[in-house]
């Protein structure tokens, strides 16, 4: 897998004033193709939703309503 670009929102970002993201104790997951439904991601959102705990997605694309749920769940904290 390459890396062409890092987070897709500047609403991923954890340090505003220089737009970087870190975490401490995440959760990493690799996924080889395109993210386009949150439906997708159900099954892995509920079991990181009860640990307190971010979630890195590695992703060949993340698009339409799954990066629009992702944003706004970043968003709301």
């Given at each position: ?5 890092g ?6 970002s954890t340090?505003?004033e ?10 990493i997951?690799?996924?080889e193709k395109?993210?386009?439904s949150?439906?997708e991601?159900?099954?892995v ?7 307190n705990?971010?979630l890195?997605?590695?992703?060949e ?5 799954a ?9 709301r904290?």
């Open positions: 897998m390459q890396f062409d670009r987070y897709l929102s500047p609403y991923f340090n505003k220089n737009m970087s993201v870190s975490f401490d104790d995440a959760f997951l690799i996924y395109k993210i386009s949150i439906k991601l159900l099954p959102l509920e079991k990181v939703l009860g640990t705990k971010p890195l997605i590695i992703a694309d993340i698009e339409g309503d990066l629009a749920a992702l944003v706004l769940n970043s968003v904290g």
